[in-house]
């Protein structure tokens, strides 16, 4: 079975607009770099950029999550010595508003050349205005909405499981194995016939004497 693999220029691209007014950052950097790879198309080779064209608006209207805005911190390096700084999200936010959906879609995509190249069909723009009425770019909406307290958006509350007192099974009565006693001790055991104490303390009987005469010859 052959596998479809696309060639360089033989897909059109795509031009989509999206809205990120009061869009949680990560989620909607998760929703735009599948669509800048391709993988939103069943055509999507590895080696051959398939995706399409992105642009957002109102960069300068995301939000995050949490405390992020202070715990949060990007680095930057210069290259010199003493040159890497940290700066935190607010302060970038502050001095370049489209930064922070911009490294956070840049950390989603191929560390490459091909990676750079998807990067630059990114549009991003601080107002609800953009200059690409031209393409007439396809609307969407992004993936709204924050994660609740307990981190799922609807459970199913569990149902109670009916109490069963357990109840231990009834032991079998102890049956003693009476073995029985020696033949010794079990004759000790027993009470003397009648008479024979009597017949032990009676003196025994005299023999009676031989008769003398011609008849006991």
Request: aromatic share 6%.
């Amino acid at each position: 079975m052959n596998c479809y693999q696309a060639k360089a220029g033989e897909l059109a691209k795509q031009w989509y607009v999206i809205d990120a007014n009061e869009a949680v950052v990560g989620r909607l950097a998760a929703q735009i770099a599948p669509i800048l790879m391709g993988k939103h198309r069943p055509t999507y080779t590895a080696h051959i950029d398939t995706g399409d064209y992105v642009i957002v608006t109102n960069v300068d209207k995301v939000v995050f999550t949490g405390n992020k805005w202070q715990q949060k911190f990007y680095q930057r390096y210069s290259g010199h010595p003493g040159g890497q700084k940290d700066e935190q999200a607010w302060k970038l936010f502050q001095r370049h508003p489209d930064r922070i959906l911009k490294l956070a879609i840049q950390r989603m995509m191929p560390k490459n050349k091909i990676g750079r190249h998807m990067m630059s069909k990114l549009k991003l723009y601080s107002g609800p205005i953009h200059d690409h009425q031209a393409q007439a770019p396809i609307p969407l909406e992004a993936i709204d909405g924050r994660p609740s307290a307990s981190g799922a958006i609807y459970a199913i509350p569990p149902t109670p499981k009916a109490f069963k007192p357990r109840t231990k099974p009834e032991a079998a009565p102890k049956v003693e194995a009476q073995l029985p006693a020696p033949e010794s001790a079990h004759e000790a055991q027993l009470p003397p016939p009648e008479g024979a104490h009597e017949a032990q303390l009676a003196p025994p009987a005299e023999a009676p004497a031989p008769e003398s005469g011609p008849a006991a010859e």
